[in-house]
């Protein structure tokens, strides 16, 4: 059974009667055109924080393997 603290309680009647109206409102044809492009927003977005923890952990390693400048007195 799923909780959630703003809905209250639901069950198995309950999702399926949301999914059943999804259907309907949708159409079998567009749903799965739907999930195809969320699955290509989900991948494009995981992508993204790939590459930004990538980039993060290239200069941080950089960063530690630049010799410090010696003071000069």
Not at 1 to 28: D, K, P, R, S, T
């Amino acid at each position: 059974m799923i909780q959630l603290q703003f809905i209250g309680g639901f069950g198995f009647q309950e999702v399926l009667i949301i999914a059943l109206v999804i259907l309907l409102l949708f159409g079998g044809k567009k749903i799965p055109e739907l999930m195809k492009g969320l699955g290509k927003g989900v991948r494009s977005f995981k992508d993204g924080i790939n590459s930004i923890e990538d980039s993060t952990e290239k200069e941080f390693k950089d960063s530690d393997q630049q010799p410090k400048e010696e003071k000069k007195e």
